[in-house]
Each structure stands twice: as structure tokens, then as C-alpha cells.
């Protein structure tokens, strides 16, 4: 923990994901024309209303990214290049620019063909790739991402492009600009992949994502051919995925952590000899990426502080943490000024307290280290080679211990520093204690970048994933996935269907786009046993009495005679399989109803549109019609009441079997209970004296404690003989007494 | 109030203690007193001051106790009357020179105190700690822990004095005392005990434990009142199954879980209609299940010149404006008051909009508290990456249910188990909380049964379990805004629709696919179903003591796997080791613990990282069979050591513009 509090702003400022979003649209007849498939609407409308909805999406999940669209092949502007919106952040003008075309074209006010003519004369590719370059380049986004939207109409003018080797060329550059400026370029191509070849699919590709030529792959040097296994492939987007596709880009990469996984637990000898590389070696290390793809969104975390300033202009308020040292009076002392002292963090323990360094912090954290001790006889004489060690990845280091000045060290230790991540075994997909998660789980891919530790990892990744998938195995790890974090037990469970079968090959490619996971492997930590609470302190007992009460000793062993039990699981059973739900639990159909109505009513704000109708319904609705209109997951609970009333069917009368059910062995057992049970017995007159009968009859029962204080003091003062004690103390004492002295007298001890 | 516990560690003193026995280096005191020791630091760190101990010497040089006379009870010392535990006693006590053994022979007459003796004393202790207003109240003095940890070697002959233990059992229940035998070299499967006293000895307080598990009335707070074990088994316990944390069960929600009812009737209420009967209810309590533990966390000092001084921090509000300063600053701050602070929400990058108190309520959806059951899933369909959330909690019946309430339960959670289903549920928590999607998993509890858990009142099961109880997890589901998954390269290439050619290169061939197929199967843990059904083993407030843990035999699939490997997965009890060493080593150098901790050879030799490294090596073995694999595996991969030269020298040419990996530090 150091430095101040502003430079871990400016920090935070530098990590904040900018992503932008440039779309460059191809005009043509095609695009305006209406499309049964997506309702009579045209692929532009479509196109545009999605990239509207992106939007409202951006501003919940990612603020900071840009979006930008172009069309082209349009009339009327020069090269035939639309700018429809600039790159920017997202902002409320660009939104309701955007919507007031949308709206125009739904009033019939001015269509989008009206509005966007396509031209007679194409634009050249060349042109649109560096408008849309320059785009890029004049603005500091950190994540830049491409969208060519093309039907790719001018089939003609590509092919001539790519037999013209000045034109092909042309285009390489640019492609090789984007890739140096980290512009990832992501064509969707609009109609269906029918009308091409492989052969000109593939040529395509290699122009356009600058792979090598796959005649001759041996070309390019190892390291890069790795590259290429980032970059995506032509895909063919039906004119009714458009909206899925382009949703999708919302679902940023979040880039966590990196990490090597040791397939075996790495060994001294395999280590050193790994370093030299003309000794085979055991040790069999895959350097992995982790990404946080799922992360609980609030809208609460985007409300800052404010400040209107004279201008009565609004400032965004931000704040520092400024430690102070208590006894020092009033002079703030941040941590860097504070030239004599140091902070320090100081444990307490009982009366006493202690702290420990940063340093020595460290030192306790190294017990998350792999330590793995080696006798001296184990390595080869190369551990003695500097030359080697500096080579090893920097998490991992070879210490000697007692130094001996003739024959060198005499043991040596092998420390894996975290993170790292070590194969205990495999186990079976549907073994996988799904309920022990404690953390949202990271999809891991394999690292090919120049991060990586461990040179091939995506091959052995892609084959790990391949060998799980045919043999339903997910992976039991053990590791660190950040170095300051606790160690832990994780499961990787590969992206499959279900666990129960592998993704159909020939389904997989085909499978809807809200179904598909990429491939790869889930890193899931389970929970470790500090972590579990106790139970509910009276669950047990009550459990118990409701056994006790059924006549079983446990769960197991039901009375033969109890049909009821059985039944009712059965009909449960029956009731459950009704409402199972069709496609399982599928995030997209839940939109968080919060966030959604926020954001709703905030957009109105901000638009500042006095809809009337909007206010009529505000000030006309309970709450509870305003929750039911806004909420989605209410509305589905209320169809799933409104289904069961409206075909008055088999859901209905399970329902109602049920509960008669419930209800009648519930009378019964009351029935039998009240009738066996003390509770039955006449409670003792609280008034008159007690005769040594009642008396009985009352501890027989457990109601002693009905009687008066009065009443118990007479009966005690009458028979003080027998009992051998007087009527002094509290009346709890005196039952306390009265019952010890029966208990005796009946042989009930 | 919080729940006092009171220990009372008694030990054994005679000459017999001083002896060394299985080739230890130690003698047996030594040895015994290193699982006391253990406890006392555990207390120590855990720092809680209704946690009271006191520790009695038995066969001591003085006579020191409330209960000596001249002709009873003589030798036998209080050496540390009640208190909560501190460094400064803790030292006094690891010192040496008050735990010693008193070489002088046992005196054969009456006087002489003996360990049953010294039972009776600490029953006394208790009773003088206890509140005399308390004393009475069977009730009261259930809700307090009280425990006696007895160390000896049995090699002391001991007279049993029948009458004197009957007492001592009455006593021990009217209390609620759990005593707990920590035996040096006692007789454990093959070992036999070496020597006819021990074995006498320990005969005797097996069948005194045995008889007094039956009479306990108590068994609500202990399941059983006596244990006898050895120091090993106990050392070993503490890391392999180390008392949880208790933390009291906080409820989090009370109402009913629905299903099919009206909604837009039951808006408002968290009840089902009782007189619809076409819909149901269960009428249930939701508490914490699973919480990440954290370690010990210190607080932030200031440290100047020798001086600890406390920290105080503040916010500094300010907003910053355009500006070009000489040193190259672009942006100047402008401090602000803090009562000129006004919430807003930054809708875009350029959209500041203030949120006025009507505004921000006006904004919020007008939730009510609920829990309806939306549908089921078959448990095989539910991604297991979608259990997402941070925290799981309990759903159980309420504490008011009824029998019909109680059987409904049961039976539906039943038939969620028999049919392999979750539950998919809509949850407010409170008025005006947020909406959340649950899905909750059919568990079974099973308490686990100590070591010399004694058939009660409440039976076991065949297996040896106790009764369990029905209850369901639930775990957050992601909502459409949660889910963030990028475009990744795909790892096969399955389902293209294009011949493999093009990417030949990129895939590995079919001889690494064979090779990784066969280290796969080589390192199959045999886990090849799930367990019937998920069980839920919580940690019990019962037990504040590691204590040993009944092994299971006939648990299959993953439970197994997880029991096996289980040491690792207790991270803080392995952390809270190391803090465990630090106090003792620096109890042992006799000063302070800052004084230790700064000397030379802190942390040079500290224990638990032996033990860490025992357990991480459990696995290892089978892995040492793999060689050959794995040594094919790297060399038709080609698995090679990046060289960081080579690859650093081509960031620095600027080849890679990447993205920013934040250092995200301290997992939360």
C-alpha cells in the first residue's frame, strides 16, 4: 500500500477500460429494403435501432467506450462517406440524434432511404479503411474495435481487389496499421455464407486478418504464428442475429490475471533442465489468461458527488484520503510527506500488539508459495549456471540452503511464488460441487502473448479442453491466482452444453448464439471449510420433533404404515416436472429490473421529453402497477399463475392435491398428537388448596408450575414433614424441590 | 450476550510426565503441553474476552488451591486463576518454570491430590466463576461453554474412587462440561500402550468417558461430555480439522417461499394466500451458509521513532479544472466543502445529472419484499459458471413452522433431490431492495460426528450419521447486465463447416491429443458421480476445540475427493499457524513480541510452513508416477521456458500496445 491517495487515482483513471466502437455500414438496395425475417423492418433500421440499444447498454455496463458510425456507398457526400456520429463517448445527444432518425423513419417523417441514398458509385475500400483509421487515431481509446457491416455486394470490386496486387497491397497496410494502432477488425458480413467458396472465404481472410499464407506457414518465425490464433473469422450474420451479434459486443473482455498451470508438481531437475533446451524434461506448464466475465452491475456505483459551482455549472467531486497521524493536531500528514515515520499495519493480541513490515508481511504471505525442497544429489550440475536461473519465469526461484564451501549448497528448495496453479486430478463434469462456488468464476484462454511463461500453451490448452470434453472430466486445481490472495482449491470446468454430454460437434457451430459459451475453461473456487457457517440454531430440534412426531428415527426409515409421505414426494415430484423450465436459466431473458427502471427514467430526465402520457401514468399508478409494468422477473412469475389458471388443467389439480393433502394428514396429526399428548391433561386449578393427588396428576403432566405461589407455599407448609424442606425460596425453586422429591418418591430418577 | 466459554486446562505434574518415551526428543510434558499451547495461542489470537481460561497444576511443589486442607488436596496448585488470555500470561505460563515436573514421589497416603481430585476442583473453579444468581438455573448455565482439558501420560497410578466420580459426572452435567483427555502415548489401533499402569489407566477413563456420554443429559450442547485422545491425533486435528469461526446465525429473511400464486394479489406481502389452493407456500428463514473467511487483519499505524501511534484519515473533496501548469500538470484542483456536496449520476462521460432527494426516489423500482419460486431446472442444464455469487445462503423452515409446513418441505426438497433439480426464485430481501434471481440447491445437513460421539437420544442413522435435516442453498444467478463474455479464439475446431486445412498448425495433432487422453486418464481421482445428494457439513459452534473427526467410509464421487484433499483447503487455520508460531517462538524468547519479531531470526524457522508443505504433498506422490507422461508430453508439445530476453527486448521496440492490466491487489 503505497503511494498517495492521488496517485492511486491517476492509477484508477489508467485501468478504466475506454473501449471504442467504430461501425462502418454498407448501403445498398438490400439493406433498405424490408426483411420478412425481422418483421418488415429493414437491415439498416435494424442495424441502427440495435446500435440505439447498444447504447443504453454501454451506459450501464461500460460508459467509457465510444461509439461511432459510418455509412457508405451514400449519395450526396464526399467519397460517398456518411459520418453519422463521430467517436465519442457515449453521450445523450449522440443518443437522441440517433433515435430522432429512428423516429423520423417510423413517422414516415424522412426514411432512412430518403435520409441515406445509396450511390451510384462505390466506395473504395481503401478510402472507407483509412477514414475509419484516422477515426481511431485521433482519439485515446485503449481498446478499439472495428464493425464492418457489408453484404460484401460488390463481390466484384473485392475479387478485382485481390488479383490487383497494388490494391491488395494497399489494403495489407492498412490492415497492419490497425493492427499496430490495437484496432481489432470484426466483419459482419449481412445474407447467408451459400454464395461462397472456401477457397475465396479463405483468401479473404488472410487479406483482411493479415495471416500468413497457408501454402507456405513455415515462413513466419514460431512466435508470431501465434498471433493469428487471436484474430477472428469471416462470419455470416442472418439478417435476424444482427441484434444478437451486435449486443454482444457490450460482453468486454475483462482481463484479470495471469497464470501458469503446472500439470505436474514442478520438479527441481525438470525446471533447470527446461532452461537448457536440449534436455527433455517433466515439467509440463501451460501459461493461462483469466477474465472476469461476470460481475454483479449496480447502478449505485455510478453516483458521484456533485458540486454546483458560481457558473451554476455541475462538477463532478472527487475525493482523497488523506491518514493522519492522531497525535500530531491538525497538520495532515499524508503518507509520503510524513518524513520520519512510516505507517505500519499492527496486529493485536490480547494486551499486546505487534506489526510487521511490508516486508515481513511478505514473509507471512510466502506460506501461499509451492515449496518444494530438493536434496543437492537431484540437480545437475547446470543449477550452478547463472546463466540458467536468469532464464527461469520470474515466480519461480531456487534457493540453497547450508552452503558447504567445498561441495556447494546442500540442499536447494524450489519456490513457485504465486500465482500458479497446480492439477491435483480430474473428476467428472457432473461430480462438480456446484453449490460449494464462492466466487464469480473466470474464463480462462490460453496466454500466447508475450506474457506467457511457458512457450505452446495454446496446444496443450486446446487439447487439455478436447480430452475433458470426450471424457466429461473438469480439472481439480490447487493454486494462487493473484499474488495477494489466499490459496485455494478450484475446480476448471470446461464450456460444454451440459455435464452430462459433450457439445454435439456438428450442433455446436449451429447452437443459437445465447447458448454458446466460447471454449475453454471456467476457473470455479470452491469453498473452503472456514468458510461454511453454522446451521440455524434450531433447525436440528425441529427437524428432530417433526421425525419424532412421524414415529421415524431419521429420514431413512418411514414407518411401513405411512403412506402419506411417499405420496407426497410423488406428487411433488410430479408438480416440479410441470414447471421445469424449457431453455434452463438463460441470463439474456432477466434483465435487471433495477438497473432497466433506473436507467428508464433517468434517460427520460435527461431527454427532458414531457411525455405526457408518460406523467399521466406516473401519477395514475400504485406502486405496486408501477413494480408489475417495470419488473420483468414479476412478470414472468405472474404467467406462470396466469398458465396454471388458464388451461385449468393437471398443474391446477396437483396444486390442489397438494395442499388437501397437506392438509388432511396435518389434521390427522394433530389429532393423534392432541390425544396422546400431556398438553391434553386438565391444567390444575389455579385456585384452592392441593391435595397430594392433584399434586401427582399435575407432575405427572409437567404442570406443576400452573399452581399459585400461594397455593404451592400451603402445600408445602402441610406436608413439610414429608417432603423434608419448608416453603422458602422462589417458586422456580420450589418446583425445582417439589419435583426432585416426587421424581424420587416414583423411582424416576 | 455474547457466549462466555470458560477452559480449565489441568496437568498432569508427576515425575512420570518427565520422562520420553516413542523416541521423542521431548519428554512426555513437553509433548502433551504442545496441544495446550496450541489452544492457548489459538485464544490468544482469536482475542475474544469472554473466552476465560485457568490452568491447575496436579502433583505441584506448593499447595495452592481453595480446597486444600492439610490433610487433602496437598500438591495440587492453581497456576493460572480465570482470566482472558494475554500475551504476558501466556508467556508466564510457556515459560517453563511454572509447568515443571515436580520430580518428588508421589506421596501414598490420602493427601496427595490426584487428577480426579483435580476434576473436582475445576468443577469448583466454575462454580466460583459462575454468578451465584446463575448457579440454580439448569437453563443458564447450558448457554455456557465450559471445558476441562486434562493432559497426562497415564503412567501415574490413580485410585478410583467410585463415590468421588459419580459426583464429579452429576457435577460435570449439571453444568455442561466437556472434558477432554489429551493423552500422551495413548494406545491407537497397532500401538499398545507400553505399560501396565497406562493400560490400566486408560481402561479406567474409557469406560468413565463411556459411561458418563450415556448419562449426560446435555447433549444438546455436546455431543458427547468426555473424549479421550491422544497428543498426536489432537496435534494433528488442529490442522486438519480446525474449529471454525463462530459467528451467530444472523437471519436474513423471514416470509414465505411461493409458488403459482397470484402476484398481483400477494404485492406487498412476503406471506402466500393460505386460502388459495391453487398455489403454494412454505413458510422459511434464510441465514448465512458460505462466507469467504479472512485472516487476522491488523489496523494501520503510525510508526515513528519507536512509537506506535493510532491513524486517523480523512476525505479531502475537491473537482478538478482545465489547466497548464509549468511542471506539466493539465488539470488543477479545486477544493470543495464537503456540505456543497450534492449526489449526481454521471449518465455518460459528458452527462452529469444531480440527483435531488425526489429524484433519486423516484428512480428507485418500488420493490417488496418476496421469495417466489419462478421454475426448476434439471440440475445438469444449470452452467455451473452461473453460480456467480459471493455469498450462499440457507433457506430452512422457519423456527414457527408447523407440521404440515414441516412435512411440505421436506417432501418437496425430497422430490427436488430425487428428480435432480434446482429451483429458480425471484428475491427482494426488504421493501425497496434490489430484485435478484436465486437459484437454490436441495441439501441435506448432516452434523459431523466427533470421535466418540455416543449413541443419544437422537439416533443414528445406518451410516453412523446423525438425523439430517432438509434445507435448500441458494446462490445468486447473473442477470443479463452481469454477463460479459467476449469473442475468444475458439480452442477446436469442431462445427466450422470448413475443412480443417487452414488451421492445421494451430491445433495440437492427434499423437499430443493420444498423449494428453492418456495423461488425463493417468490422473483420474476416480470422483465419476455426484454424491446422491449435496451435503451440507457447517461448521458447529460446539466445537471451539479441533477435535478429531469420525472418518467416513462410505462417502462416494466428489465429497470423497474433497475429503481427501481437504488440509489445503483450510487456508485460514493454516494462516492463523503461522501467527500460532510467531507468539510461541516469541513466548519462548521470553520478550515481548515486537522485540521477537524484529530480532534476526523471526520468520527464519517457522513451523507451519512445514506443515503447509505436508499436506500441499498428499498428491505428489500419485503425480511421481505420471514421469514418463509427462516427460512425452513436454517433448512432443514442445513445452519450453519463454525466454523473458528476447521477448521484453520486443516490447521495448513498441510492438505491443496493450491493454492495461490493472494489479487488482487484495482479493475481495
Given at each position: 500500500?503505497?503511494g ?20 462502418a ?11 420478412a ?11 441502427l ?8 447498454l454501454?451506459?450501464i455496463?461500460?460508459p467509457?467506450?465510444?461509439v ?5 456507398n ?13 467517436l465519442?463517448?457515449?453521450?445523450g445527444w ?5 433515435n430522432?432518425?429512428l423516429?423520423n423513419?417510423l413517422?414516415?417523417?424522412?426514411t432512412?432511404?430518403e ?19 484516422d477515426?481511431f ?9 472495428f464493425?464492418?457491416?457489408t ?11 485481390y ?6 497491397n494497399?489494403?495489407r497496410?492498412?490492415i ?7 484496432i481489432?477488425l ?13 477457397r ?17 506457414p ?8 501465434q ?8 462470419t ?12 454482444r ?5 475483462r ?6 498451470l ?15 533446451p ?7 506448464v501451460?501459461?493461462?489468461k483469466?477474465y472476469?466475465?461476470f460481475?454483479q ?5 455510478s ?19 488523506i ?5 500530531s ?9 510524513n ?8 496486529y ?9 513490515t ?12 509451492l515449496?518444494?525442497a ?9 543449477v550452478?549456471d ?11 526461484l531456487?534457493?540453497s540452503?547450508?552452503?558447504d ?10 519456490r ?10 480430474f ?9 460449494l462456488s464462492?466466487?464469480?468464476p ?6 500466447v502473448?508475450w506474457?506467457a511463461n511457458?512457450?505452446?500453451s ?10 475433458c ?13 493473484r ?5 485455494g ?8 452444453k ?13 447452437a443459437?448464439?445465447r ?7 471456467y ?8 468458510d ?8 436440528l430440534?425441529?427437524?428432530q420433533?417433526y421425525?419424532?412426531?412421524?414415529g421415524m ?10 403412506k402419506d ?11 416440479c ?13 432477466y434483465p435487471?429490473p433495477?438497473?432497466?427502471?433506473f436507467?428508464d ?5 435527461l431527454?427532458?421529453?414531457?411525455d ?7 401519477i395514475d399508478?400504485t406502486?405496486?402497477?408501477t413494480?408489475l409494468?417495470h419488473d420483468?422477473?414479476l ?21 390442489k392435491?397438494?395442499?388437501s393433502?397437506?392438509n388432511s ?10 390425544s396422546?399428548?400431556p ?5 390444575p ?6 391435595t397430594d ?5 399435575a ?22 414433614a414429608t417432603?423434608g424442606?419448608?416453603?422458602?425460596g422462589t ?5 425445582g ?9 416414583n423411582g424416576?430418577? | ?21 516413542n523416541a ?9 503441553l504442545q ?8 485464544k490468544?489470537i ?9 490452568v ?5 511443589k ?11 488436596n496437598v500438591?495440587?496448585a492453581l497456576?493460572?486463576?480465570?482470566t482472558?488470555?494475554?500475551y504476558d500470561a ?5 515459560a517453563g ?21 483435580a476434576l ?26 465450559r471445558?476441562?482439558?486434562?493432559t ?8 478410583y474412587d ?12 449439571q453444568?455442561?462440561?466437556?472434558l477432554?483427555?489429551n493423552c ?5 489401533g ?9 493400560q490400566y489407566?486408560?481402561r ?11 448419562t449426560?443429559k ?16 489432537l496435534?494433528r ?10 459467528y ?7 416470509g414465505d ?5 397470484n402476484v ?7 406471506v ?6 391453487g ?13 469467504v ?5 491488523g489496523?494501520?499505524t503510525y510508526l ?12 479531502e473533496?475537491?473537482?478538478?479544472i482545465?489547466?497548464?501548469a ?25 452527462d452529469?445529472?444531480q ?10 423500482l ?9 421454475g ?12 456467480s ?13 408447523q407440521f ?10 425430497q ?15 426488504k ?6 434471481m436465486l437459484?437454490l ?5 448432516r ?6 460421539a ?11 450419521f446423525?438425523?439430517?435435516?432438509h434445507a435448500?442453498?441458494?446462490?445468486r444467478?447473473?442477470f ?12 477446436t ?5 470448413l475443412t480443417?486445412?487452414r ?6 495433432t492427434?499423437?499430443m491429443q ?16 455426484r454424491?446422491e445428494?449435496?451435503v451440507?457439513e457447517p ?24 475429503r ?5 483447503a ?17 513466548a ?16 527464519a524457522?517457522l513451523?507451519s ?25 513436454v517433448?512432443v508439445?514442445?513445452i ?6 528476447k521477448?521484453s527486448?520486443r516490447?521495448?521496440?513498441g ?5 492495461v492490466v ?7
Amino acid at each position: 500500500m503505497s503511494g498517495s491517495a492521488t496517485d492511486n487515482k491517476v492509477d484508477a483513471k489508467k485501468y478504466i477500460i475506454h473501449e471504442g466502437i467504430v461501425f462502418a455500414i454498407e448501403l445498398s438496395k438490400a439493406v433498405h429494403a424490408p426483411d420478412a425475417a425481422i418483421g418488415g423492418r429493414s437491415q439498416l433500421f435494424e442495424l441502427l435501432s440495435t446500435i440505439a440499444e447498444l447504447f443504453k447498454l454501454l451506459v450501464i455496463t461500460l460508459p467509457h467506450s465510444g461509439v461511432s458510425v459510418f455509412l457508405y456507398n451514400c449519395a450526396g457526400v464526399h467519397h460517398h462517406i456518411h459520418r453519422l456520429l463521430g467517436l465519442r463517448d457515449i453521450n445523450g445527444w449522440a443518443m437522441k440524434h440517433l433515435n430522432g432518425i429512428l423516429q423520423n423513419h417510423l413517422t414516415g417523417i424522412q426514411t432512412l432511404e430518403e435520409r441515406f441514398p445509396v450511390s451510384d458509385e462505390p466506395t473504395p475500400l481503401p478510402k472507407l479503411f483509412n477514414t475509419v483509421y484516422d477515426e481511431f487515431v485521433s482519439k485515446e481509446y485503449n481498446w478499439n474495435k472495428f464493425f464492418w457491416v457489408t453484404s460484401m455486394k460488390g463481390d466484384e470490386y473485392l475479387d478485382e481487389l485481390y488479383h490487383t496486387p497494388e490494391l491488395k497491397n494497399t489494403i495489407r497496410r492498412t490492415i497492419m496499421d490497425f493492427n499496430n494502432r490495437n484496432i481489432h477488425l470484426h466483419p459482419i458480413l449481412l445474407g447467408d455464407a451459400s454464395r461462397w467458396n472456401e477457397r475465396d472465404l479463405g483468401q479473404y481472410e488472410e487479406l483482411l486478418f493479415n495471416l500468413p499464407s497457408h501454402s507456405n506457414p513455415s515462413d513466419a518465425p514460431a512466435t508470431d504464428t501465434q498471433d493469428h490464433l487471436y484474430s477472428p473469422s469471416l462470419t455470416f450474420v442472418a439478417a435476424d442475429e444482427i441484434k444478437k451479434r451486435i449486443l454482444r459486443l457490450k460482453e468486454v473482455q475483462r482481463f484479470q490475471f495471469l497464470v501458469d498451470l503446472y500439470l505436474s508438481f514442478p520438479q527441481l531437475t525438470a525446471m533447470l533442465a527446461q532452461t537448457s533446451p536440449e534436455n527433455a524434461s517433466t515439467l509440463a506448464v501451460v501459461s493461462l489468461k483469466g477474465y472476469a466475465v461476470f460481475s454483479q452491475e449496480k447502478f449505485d456505483r455510478s453516483i458521484n458527488m456533485t458540486y454546483v459551482d458560481e457558473l451554476n455549472r455541475f462538477k463532478e467531486v472527487q475525493a482523497a484520503m488523506i491518514k493522519v497521524d492522531d497525535a500530531s493536531s491538525g497538520v495532515p500528514q499524508s503518507e509520503k510527506t510524513n518524513g520520519d515515520g512510516c505507517f505500519v499495519t499492527t496486529y493485536k493480541l490480547g494486551d499486546e500488539s505487534f506489526h510487521l513490515t511490508e516486508e515481513q508481511k511478505l514473509t507471512v504471505r510466502a506460506l501461499n508459495d509451492l515449496i518444494m525442497a530438493y536434496d543437492v544429489s537431484e540437480a545437475p550440475e547446470e543449477v550452478f549456471d547463472s546463466a540458467h536461473l536468469q532464464r527461469l519465469p520470474e515466480n519461480v526461484l531456487v534457493e540453497s540452503h547450508g552452503e558447504d564451501k567445498t561441495f556447494g549448497p546442500l540442499s536447494l528448495t524450489l519456490r513457485v511464488k504465486p500465482p500458479f496453479l497446480v492439477v491435483i486430478g480430474f473428476a467428472a463434469m457432473a461430480a462438480h460441487p456446484r453449490h460449494l462456488s464462492v466466487a464469480p468464476p473466470s474464463f480462462m484462454t490460453a496466454n500466447v502473448s508475450w506474457t506467457a511463461n511457458f512457450s505452446n500453451s495454446f496446444k496443450v490448452y486446446s487439447s487439455l479442453y478436447q480430452a475433458c470434453l470426450k471424457k466429461k472430466k473438469c480439472i481439480l486445481v490447487y493454486g494462487v491466482t493473484r499474488k495477494n490472495t489466499n490459496p485455494g482449491l478450484y475446480v476448471m470446468y470446461p464450456t460444454a452444453k451440459s455435464a452430462t454430454g459433450l457439445i454435439d460437434e456438428k450442433e455446436h457451430g449451429a447452437a443459437p448464439a445465447r447458448q454458446t459459451h466460447p471454449e475453454g475453461f471456467y476457473l470455479i473456487r470452491l469453498a473452503a471449510n472456514d468458510d461454511y457457517r453454522s446451521d440455524p440454531p434450531y433447525l436440528l430440534e425441529l427437524v428432530q420433533d417433526y421425525y419424532n412426531q412421524l414415529g421415524m428415527a431419521s429420514p431413512d426409515n418411514l414407518p411401513e404404515q405411512n403412506k402419506d409421505i411417499p405420496e407426497l414426494v410423488k406428487s411433488f415430484t410430479k408438480l416440479c416436472k410441470h414447471f421445469v423450465l424449457r431453455d434452463g436459466y438463460v441470463p439474456l431473458d432477466y434483465p435487471n429490473p433495477n438497473i432497466n427502471y433506473f436507467m428508464d427514467m433517468l434517460a427520460q430526465q435527461l431527454s427532458q421529453v414531457e411525455d405526457t402520457k408518460l406523467v399521466h401514468a406516473a401519477i395514475d399508478t400504485t406502486p405496486s402497477q408501477t413494480l408489475l409494468k417495470h419488473d420483468v422477473t414479476l412478470q414472468t412469475l405472474q404467467r406462470v399463475h396466469e398458465s396454471i389458471h388458464a388451461d385449468n388443467g393437471a398443474a391446477l389439480a396437483l396444486l390442489k392435491l397438494i395442499n388437501s393433502r397437506l392438509n388432511s394428514v396435518a389434521n390427522d396429526q394433530e389429532l393423534s398428537f392432541m390425544s396422546n399428548s400431556p398438553m391434553t391433561a386438565k391444567k390444575p386449578a389455579t385456585e384452592g388448596a392441593v391435595t397430594d393427588a392433584d399434586m401427582l396428576y399435575a407432575w405427572k403432566n409437567g404442570n406443576i408450575h400452573y399452581y399459585t405461589m400461594a397455593q404451592l407455599k400451603n402445600y408445602i407448609k402441610q406436608n413439610e414433614a414429608t417432603l423434608g424442606f419448608g416453603p422458602t425460596g422462589t417458586k422456580q425453586v420450589l418446583i425445582g424441590r417439589l419435583t426432585e422429591f416426587l421424581n424420587l418418591k416414583n423411582g424416576m430418577d | 450476550m455474547a457466549e462466555k466459554e470458560f477452559t480449565c486446562f489441568i496437568v498432569d505434574l508427576s515425575p512420570a510426565m518427565g520422562s520420553v518415551h516413542n523416541a521423542r526428543a521431548t519428554t512426555d510434558l513437553e509433548h502433551g503441553l504442545q496441544y495446550v499451547k496450541d489452544l492457548l495461542a489459538g485464544k490468544l489470537i482469536r482475542g475474544k474476552k469472554t473466552d476465560i481460561v485457568s490452568v491447575v497444576g496436579v502433583h505441584t511443589k506448593a499447595t495452592r488451591n481453595s480446597l486444600s486442607t492439610d490433610e487433602h488436596n496437598v500438591n495440587m496448585a492453581l497456576l493460572q486463576s480465570f482470566t482472558h488470555m494475554t500475551y504476558d500470561a501466556y508467556r508466564t505460563l510457556m515459560a517453563g518454570e511454572i509447568c515443571r515436573v515436580n520430580a518428588d514421589p508421589i506421596r501414598t497416603d490420602a493427601y496427595e491430590a490426584n487428577l480426579f481430585k483435580a476434576l473436582v476442583y475445576a468443577m469448583q473453579l466454575f462454580i466460583e466463576a459462575t454468578p451465584a444468581s446463575a448457579r440454580d438455573k439448569p437453563d443458564k448455565n447450558l448457554r455456557v461453554k465450559r471445558t476441562i482439558v486434562l493432559t497426562t501420560n497415564l503412567r501415574t497410578e490413580l485410585e478410583y474412587d467410585t463415590e468421588l466420580l459419580t459426583g464429579v459426572s452429576q457435577l460435570m452435567g449439571q453444568f455442561n462440561v466437556q472434558l477432554i483427555v489429551n493423552c500422551v502415548g495413548l494406545e491407537t489401533g497397532a500401538v499398545k500402550a507400553e505399560d501396565h499402569t497406562q493400560q490400566y489407566n486408560q481402561r479406567r477413563w474409557y469406560d468413565l468417558i463411556r459411561d458418563w456420554n450415556h448419562t449426560n443429559k446435555f447433549e444438546k450442547v455436546y455431543d458427547n461430555a468426555g473424549l479421550i485422545a491422544d497428543t498426536d491425533t489432537l496435534l494433528r486435528t488442529r490442522l486438519e480439522h480446525p474449529p471454525g469461526r463462530y459467528y451467530k446465525s444472523t437471519k436474513l429473511y423471514t416470509g414465505d417461499l411461493r409458488f403459482a400464486g397470484n402476484v398481483k394479489q400477494l404485492l406487498g406481502s412476503s406471506v402466500g394466500d393460505t386460502a388459495d389452493s391453487g398455489s403454494l407456500r412454505f413458510p422459511v428463514e434464510m441465514y448465512p451458509a458460505i462466507r469467504v473467511e479472512k485472516l487476522l487483519s491488523g489496523s494501520l499505524t503510525y510508526l515513528n521513532r519507536g512509537e506506535v501511534r493510532g491513524v486517523k484519515s480523512f476525505r479531502e473533496y475537491y473537482y478538478e479544472i482545465p489547466y497548464r501548469a509549468d511542471d506539466g500538470d493539465e488539470y488543477k484542483k479545486v477544493p470543495v466543502e464537503e456540505v456543497a456536496i450534492e449526489k449526481g449520476f454521471k449518465y455518460t462521460t459528458t452527462d452529469l445529472i444531480q440527483l435531488s432527494q425526489v429524484l433519486a426516489e423516484s428512480l428507485k423500482l418500488p420493490t417488496q419484499q418476496a421469495l417466489d419460486i419462478r421454475g426448476f431446472v434439471p440440475q445438469d442444464e444449470l452452467q455451473p459458471w452461473y453460480f456467480s455469487a459471493n455469498e450462499a445462503n440457507y433457506i430452512v423452515p422457519a423456527s414457527t413452522s408447523q407440521f404440515r409446513d414441516l412435512m411440505a418441505f421436506n417432501a418437496f426438497v425430497q422430490a427436488l433431490i430425487e428428480l435432480e433439480l434446482y429451483v429458480v426464485a425471484r428475491y427482494v430481501q426488504k421493501k425497496l431492495a434490489d430484485v435478484s434471481m436465486l437459484v437454490l440447491v436441495p441439501v441435506v445437513f448432516r452434523e459431523p460426528p466427533t470421535v466418540g460421539a455416543a449413541r443419544h437420544k437422537r439416533e443414528l442413522s445406518d451410516d453412523g450419521f446423525p438425523v439430517t435435516a432438509h434445507a435448500l442453498l441458494a446462490h445468486r444467478l447473473p442477470f443479463k447486465e452481469d454477463e460479459k463474455i467476449g469473442n475468444f479464439p475458439a480452442l477446436t475446431n469442431y462445427g466450422k463447416g470448413l475443412t480443417e486445412h487452414r488451421y492445421t498448425d494451430k491445433f495440437p495433432t492427434k499423437e499430443m491429443q493420444d498423449l494428453m487422453d492418456q495423461y488425463v486418464d493417468s490422473m483420474d481421482m476416480g470422483a465419476e458421480t455426484r454424491t446422491e445428494e449435496a451435503v451440507m457439513e457447517p461448521n458447529y459452534n460446539k466445537k471451539s476445540l479441533p477435535l478429531p473427526v469420525k472418518g467416513r467410509g462410505n462417502t462416494v464421487g466428489m465429497a470423497r475427493v474433497l475429503r481427501e484433499v481437504k488440509p489445503v483447503a483450510y487456508h485460514i487455520a493454516a494462516q492463523t499457524a503461522v501467527f500460532k508460531d510467531i507468539v510461541s517462538n516469541a513466548a519462548a524468547s521470553g520478550g515481548p513480541i515486537q522485540e521477537y519479531v524484529e530480532s534476526e531470526e523471526a520468520f527464519a524457522n517457522l513451523p507451519s510452513s512445514q506443515n503447509l508443505k505436508q499436506l500441499l504433498s498428499i498428491p505428489r506422490e500419485k503425480l511421481a508416477n505420471n514421469e514418463v507422461l509427462v516427460r512425452a508430453m513436454v517433448e512432443v508439445f514442445d513445452i519450453q521456458i519463454v525466454d523473458r530476453t528476447k521477448s521484453s527486448a520486443r516490447t521495448g521496440e513498441g510492438e505491443y500496445i496493450g491493454i492495461v492490466v490493472p494489479d487488482i491487489g487484495e482479493d475481495e
